[in-house]
Every structure is written in structure tokens, then in C-alpha cells.
């Protein structure tokens, strides 16, 4: 992780404040937070990952392809299942209609 200061490498853990690890530039001696946080991800990649599940890929694969954690891929695909609840029909099926192989 780079220093937001000077640029460098050369970090260390400094703490915890609010929730969010702290860290100290041995170079500099400035301390910082990481502004954004690890696992947070813009609508485009829960989608991305909806689809990438939808096509058949695993929760490790779609974490690696996505570069994030397979549980963050889960806890979204996850989520929207939840949101899907609420528009689910619950009238039986009368007609089906399958395709042969």
C-alpha cells in the first residue's frame, strides 16, 4: 500500500480508529486511513457477478475473475435473491413448455 504523502511502500499498521485500520509511512511518519474500503463494489461489478453466477461460474471463480473475495460474490448474489422475494409469483404453472436435448 502506498503512502498518500510521499508515495512509498514502506507502511505499517497504526491502529484501529472507527473501525478502520490505521497505517504509519516508516518514511514520513504520516498516518492515513485507506479511503476506500476492501469489498466494496460498484453496482456494475454485482451485476458482472449475477451474470458470471447465471452463466454457471462458481463463487471462487467469479471472485477471481472479479478480483474480490468469493464471499463478497455470495453475500451479492445473495442479496439479490432476497430482493427477488418480493416480486416472486406464487400462482402454480399451468403451461410448461422444455426443449428436447
Not at 503512502?3 to 514520513?28: E, F, I, M, T
Amino acid at each position: 500500500m502506498n503512502c498518500p504523502k510521499c508515495g512509498k511502500v514502506a507502511s505499517c499498521k497504526d491502529g484501529v480508529v472507527n473501525g478502520r485500520q490505521r497505517y504509519l509511512c516508516r518514511d514520513c511518519k504520516y498516518r492515513y486511513t485507506v479511503q476506500t474500503r476492501s469489498g466494496t463494489a460498484d453496482a456494475a461489478q454485482k451485476r458482472m457477478a449475477l451474470e458470471l453466477y447465471l452463466e454457471g461460474l462458481g463463487f471462487r471463480s467469479i471472485g477471481r475473475v472479479l478480483k474480490y473475495s468469493h464471499v463478497a460474490a455470495f453475500n451479492w448474489i445473495k442479496e439479490f435473491g432476497k430482493s427477488l422475494e418480493d416480486i416472486k409469483n406464487t400462482a402454480p404453472v399451468e403451461v410448461m413448455e422444455l426443449d428436447d436435448p
